[in-house]
């Protein structure tokens, strides 16, 4: 019985995510802006801080380790880390502070002008994410927000905003990490040492 239905399932999964990745186009111009952001800030010695919650902070994770190990490409390391790795900094801050802090503490720490946050929320309302944008705003950090929907409260705050238009969080994320990927490859083929593919 599972066997016969879940045919049915995959089809109608596969389809709702086609319907999120046909209204991407609109989304180029932003998702083109903030490649270059980012490009330009590895490029000038700066480096990319990358933050989010569930499955965007494993997003924030993987697009950390393609940058600073590689992509697809044999080429120079680049600075990226994500601010949700540090299980020390991260269970010590929620114990001693609150979690809405928990990123924002670290970008204090840790940031500088020239360098970039990617903040990364499915409904642009996550609290920690949003503070962690204000802070990189006080101190002169570029703030890129990957998010869905309508953008919520990020939209407004982030130098630029990349919105993936659906309220469905598994599609939203399933876009996420596709435009992640392409500021990878894109960033990556701009900074190739040796242009090689492995």
């Known amino acids: 019985m599972e066997d ?14 086609r319907q999120v990745f046909e209204v991407l186009p609109p989304c180029i111009e932003a ?9 330009k800030c590895l490029d000038e010695g700066g480096k990319i801080m990358l933050c989010g919650n569930g499955g965007s902070a ?18 120079r390391a ?9 299980t020390s900094i991260v269970t010590a801050h929620c114990n001693d502070y609150e979690f809405n802090t928990v ?6 720490a840790l940031g500088r002008p020239g360098d970039c946050l990617l903040a990364i929320s499915t409904s642009g309302n996550s609290n920690n ?3 962690a944008v204000e802070t990189a705003r006080s101190i002169g950090v570029g703030t890129i927000g990957l998010l869905g ?9 982030c130098d630029v905003a990349v919105l993936v238009p659906s309220k469905t969080t598994p599609r ?18 701009q900074l190739a040492a040796d242009g090689s593919d492995i």
Request: aromatic share 10%; proline share 1%.
């Open 149 to 157: 929907n309508d953008g919520g409260h990020l939209r407004d705050r």
């Open 4 to 17: 016969r239905i879940f045919p049915e399932f995959f089809k109608l999964a596969l389809a709702e995510h």
């Open 129 to 131: 994410v949003y503070q």
């Open 103 to 108: 990123f924002s503490r670290q970008i204090e």
């Open 58 to 75: 494993a997003d924030a994770q993987h697009a950390a380790a393609e940058l600073v190990v590689r992509y697809r490409k044999h080429r």
């Open 78 to 86: 680049l600075a990226a880390i994500a601010l949700t790795t540090d």
């Open 172 to 189: 939203i994320q399933e876009a996420h990490i596709f435009i992640l990927h392409c500021w990878c490859e894109w960033i990556e083929n």
């Open 31 to 39: 998702v083109a802006e903030a490649g270059g952001r980012l490009l």
